[in-house]
């Protein structure tokens, strides 16, 4: 039995900046990997070639072609009827932690990473897919900006930071949410989504929590705020009661929402690795 770990994701930042002929969104984020959540994929060759199955502990989850794991197989240039897959879940689905992209992503690596030269080509599996490959490679310590679609990486070093991850008990689509983005604001300019993110990162280097509110902008939390008022409710009642070190927001498309907690460093930067969650 082969296994292989795929692991959750949170946008500490996500503008948009303008939409792609083909209607896809051009995007700047800043992305970092959480070591401790994460999806585990079991991967075999079928007893009999061309029975193969997915299985999954998460009765949510499609087990055909709908599943982004056959999508990643097909791209890596294997039938997945000639395999077993198991998913072991524990990132919540439809909750903007790139759930999906983290099972693809395990699949991908099962695979032999056929495209780890070029890993932006795994865009074509699924925007988030070129970093939780990444992010896979690294065993989750990896932490990157993302620009075209959030393909186009670079990492960059955090500094360790606690991030705990609270799951909502409501779903969001992100097509529904890029959606509604298009229907209700405009994108930013790249120069202003770049000096916004410039500053964000100094505020998270200096441990600067004024400048870390200010600067960390989620343009999908705003959408979510139309689709679901209630988790705006929830967001401004956690910082009203937040601590002085404390600061909660959404993580991509949402529902979930991050708590930052904001401690003294033991030492110095961990090349993007989380601590906590």
């Keep these: 039995m082969s296994t292989a770990r795929g692991f959750a994701k949170v946008n ?6 303008g939409v792609q002929d083909d209607g896809k969104h051009q995007l700047l984020t800043l992305f970092t990997a959480l070591s401790d959540l ?11 070639p061309g029975e193969g199955r997915i299985t999954c502990t998460d009765a949510k989850i499609p087990l055909d072609s709908k599943n982004i794991i056959h999508t990643a197989m097909t791209f890596c240039g294997v039938d997945p009827a000639d395999y077993d897959v198991s998913i072991t879940k524990r990132i919540p689905i439809a909750a903007g932690l790139a759930g999906g992209s983290a099972d693809a992503a ?13 890993i932006q ?17 690294e065993k989750g310590n990896f ?19 606690d991030l705990q991850i609270l799951p909502q008990d409501c779903e969001i689509s992100t097509a529904v949410s890029y959606k509604t983005f298009d229907d209700h604001f405009s994108a930013h300019s790249e120069p202003h989504a770049e000096l916004e993110l410039s500053e964000l990162l100094s505020g998270l280097h200096s441990l600067d929590l004024a400048k870390i509110k200010k600067c960390l902008n989620n343009d999908l939390q705003k959408t979510a705020y139309i689709i679901n008022p209630e988790l705006e409710v929830r967001i401004n009642g956690l910082n009203m009661a937040a601590g002085a070190k404390e600061f909660y927001f959404m993580t991509g498309s949402g529902p979930t929402i991050v708590k930052l907690t904001l401690r003294q460093p033991k030492s110095g930067p961990t090349d993007g690795k989380m601590g906590g969650r």
């Design 12 to 17: 500490l930042g996500l503008w948009i900046t």
């Design 38 to 48: 994460y999806d585990e994929v079991d991967l075999n060759l079928a007893r009999v």
């Design 106 to 118: 395990a699949v991908i690596l099962l695979l032999g990473n056929p495209h780890k030269s070029d």
């Design 121 to 137: 080509q795994y865009a074509q599996i699924g925007a988030d897919v070129p970093f939780a490959v990444r992010a896979a490679m």
């Design 143 to 161: 932490a990157a900006v993302g620009r075209g679609v959030g393909d186009a990486l670079s990492s960059v070093d955090l500094p360790t930071l």
